[in-house]
């Protein structure tokens, strides 16, 4: 049974950086395209990084330039480096393949931005 654990998550003020990391208990990310999504509060869960098995990445228009999606295969790793918070980046974030596959959403990690 695959299993994705998030951390990484805080408190941090505007302008500020965290680092998230997805740690996954089987290989599924030497094989498959990975994401890094996000749920605010009142607001459906948003893809908003992804990157290719090959190693090309994918952002959402509001992170671009802000956050970079890296993965370590040999890990089993996916890591988010996130820069230049804004408040509106508060959320739980969550890994998972690309597409999601509903067994693997994990309990995410919250970030929390604040003005």
């Known amino acids: 049974q695959v299993q994705l654990v998030e951390s990484g998550g805080g408190l941090v003020q505007a302008g500020g950086s965290l680092r998230l990391s997805c740690a996954a208990s089987g290989s599924i990310f030497s094989v498959n395209a990975v994401g890094w999504y996000r749920q605010a509060p009142g607001k459906q869960r948003e893809l908003v990084a992804g990157i290719t098995s090959g190693g090309s990445t994918n952002y959402a228009g509001s992170v671009k330039g802000r956050f970079t999606i890296s993965r370590e295969n040999a890990k089993s790793m996916v890591y988010l480096q996130m820069n230049s918070l804004k408040p509106e980046d508060t959320a739980v974030y969550y890994c998972?393949?690309?597409?999601?596959?509903?067994?693997?959403w994990g309990q995410g990690t919250k970030v929390t931005v604040s003005s």
């Open positions: 998972n393949t690309i597409p999601p596959n509903l067994e693997y």
